[in-house]
């Protein structure tokens, strides 16, 4: 099976409806190491993701089109250090992502520019308590059912259930970028906020292709 543009649009439509239904959640975790913004960041630039979409004169041809829209309004919506983050994401996987149809090299790819886009804006490294902690298992895992053989499906729901780890993963890490590292030791024990949506971001990508390949 391979993803088009279809799968590209259902994709971010149940990214925003679990950025909405996470919204609280992404607060408290926020609150705890940050600010308090994040749950009201994303949902204020989903909701524009999706105000966007719905009001297209012209229905995106490629599942780049949709991913450049995303950037674009997440940039210009998202304040904090997300907006940038989640942007430059959105914008790098959009520059690989400029075909028809995704096989699983291509979810790969698009995984990897994701990684690389929020690695050349942040400049975190793994193990930093940030999204790269979340994103850099995903692209670790989405390589292995690559190497594996996987579908685009597959590749996803392996990138899906890494991220999540990874997530958990942050929970005893000490904080040495962004807002949270201001808390220094006190950090520890509490989950990254950028990680935990990021984990919901890869997991809407394949509960999307999972839903294109029963109907399929
Ligand atoms: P702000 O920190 O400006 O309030 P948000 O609360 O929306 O912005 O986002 C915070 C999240 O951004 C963190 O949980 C972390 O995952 C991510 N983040 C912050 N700085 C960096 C960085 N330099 N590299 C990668 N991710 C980062
Ligand atoms: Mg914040």
């Not at 989405?142 to 942050?170: C, N, P």
């Amino acid at each position: 099976m391979t993803l088009d543009v279809a799968w590209t649009v259902d994709w971010v439509r149940r990214t925003a409806q679990v950025v909405l239904e996470n919204r609280d959640y992404l607060v408290e975790l926020d609150r705890q190491i940050g600010d308090g913004d994040h749950g009201e960041n994303l949902k204020r630039g989903f909701t524009a993701v999706i105000a966007k979409l719905d009001g297209a004169t012209e229905p995106p041809g490629q599942p780049a089109d949709v991913l450049k829209t995303v950037a674009t309004t997440l940039m210009s919506t998202v304040g904090g250090a997300a907006g940038p983050l989640y942007g430059t994401a959105y914008l790098r996987a959009a520059k690989v992502t400029a075909v028809d149809v995704l096989d699983g090299p291509g979810v790969l790819a698009m995984l990897e520019a994701g990684l690389e886009g929020i690695v050349a804006r942040g400049k975190a490294q793994p193990g930093e308590k940030t999204m790269v902690d979340a994103w850099t298992p995903a692209v670790n895992a989405a390589q292995q059912a690559v190497a594996d053989g996987a579908s685009a499906e597959q590749v996803l729901a392996a990138a899906a259930t890494a991220a999540e780890e990874g997530a958990v993963a942050t929970d005893p890490l000490v904080a040495t970028k962004g807002r949270a590292s201001y808390l220094g030791e006190r950090s520890a024990g509490h989950r990254d906020p950028g990680a935990a949506s990021s984990a919901m971001v890869i997991r809407a990508a394949a509960d999307a292709a999972a839903a294109a390949d029963g109907a399929a």
